[in-house]
């Protein structure tokens, strides 16, 4: 047997599930994603994407219900984790603080270092929010969403010419890459704002 012949194929349906994810064709990708979920009901990545999707539309009911469902094929899947912690974090902010902590040090992903920016910024912590973000953005630094929190984390510290710089790139990437989950015209205005401040 040679060795590509060994190695493991990504599923078609995946591949364009998450193509069409990435283009902004949510309901095409959603079709795709359930579409191999009749095929493997317990296809996490299938599962993942259902979840993204259900969280970026606010059924959060419904993207729990997923990421449990993840929980039960792999209890220790530390995306799934962090992506619970993260949906019920305004519950009880100082435990999902304390298990957040414990994911990235277990496996310090990008996604958990954004959750835990996101549940100190539910909270006005800018610093730790910051903190937080730039270490999302330090592991993922081409995902336009990271460069935007961190840009917001520094403005809301009043550190204009690194928030500015932030701003910049996320827009850059968003507009690269097509997609992102912010709100870019507030980005702009933002870039607007600041550059006319520190002229």
Same mark, same amino acid.
């Given at each position: #047997?040679?060795?590509?012949?060994?190695?493991?194929? =990504?599923?078609?349906?995946?591949?364009?599930?998450?193509?069409?994810?990435?283009?902004?064709?949510?309901?095409?990708?959603?079709?795709?994603?359930?579409? =191999?979920?009749?095929? @493997?009901?317990?296809?996490?990545?299938?599962?993942?994407?259902?979840?993204?999707?259900?969280?970026? !539309?606010?059924?959060? !009911? !419904?993207? #729990?219900?997923?990421?449990?469902?993840?929980?039960?094929?792999? %209890?220790?899947?530390?995306?799934?984790?962090?992506? #619970?912690?993260?949906?019920?974090?305004?519950?009880?902010?100082?435990?999902?603080?304390?298990? =957040?902590?414990?994911?990235?040090?277990? @496996?310090?992903?990008?996604?958990?270092?954004?959750?835990?920016?996101?549940?100190?910024?539910?909270?006005?912590?800018? %610093?730790?929010?910051?903190?937080?973000?730039?270490?999302?953005?330090?592991?993922?630094?081409?995902?336009?969403?990271?460069?935007?929190?961190?840009?917001?984390?520094?403005?809301? #510290?009043?550190?204009?010419?690194?928030?500015?710089?932030?701003?910049?790139?996320?827009?850059?990437?968003?507009?690269?890459?097509?997609?992102?989950?912010?709100?870019?015209?507030?980005?702009?205005?933002?870039?607007?704002?600041?550059?006319?401040?520190? !002229?």
């Amino acid at each position: #047997m040679s060795a590509t012949a060994a190695q493991p194929r =990504l599923n078609p349906t995946l591949s364009q599930a998450y193509t069409q994810l990435q283009a902004g064709n949510v309901d095409q990708a959603r079709a795709s994603y359930n579409t =191999l979920l009749q095929a @493997e009901p317990l296809n996490t990545d299938a599962l993942l994407g259902l979840a993204y999707i259900a969280t970026q !539309e606010n059924r959060s !009911e !419904e993207a #729990m219900k997923l990421y449990l469902r993840i929980l039960q094929v792999n %209890p220790r899947h530390a995306t799934a984790q962090g992506a #619970m912690i993260g949906l019920m974090g305004r519950a009880d902010p100082s435990a999902s603080e304390s298990r =957040l902590k414990q994911l990235i040090a277990r @496996e310090p992903s990008p996604f958990l270092h954004f959750i835990l920016g996101n549940l100190y910024a539910d909270q006005s912590q800018w %610093p730790q929010a910051q903190q937080s973000y730039f270490q999302a953005h330090h592991l993922e630094p081409e995902n336009p969403d990271y460069a935007y929190n961190l840009a917001v984390g520094l403005d809301q #510290m009043r550190q204009a010419k690194p928030a500015l710089n932030f701003y910049r790139r996320a827009e850059q990437l968003a507009s690269a890459q097509g997609r992102s989950n912010f709100n870019l015209s507030h980005a702009r205005e933002r870039i607007r704002a600041l550059s006319s401040q520190l !002229e």
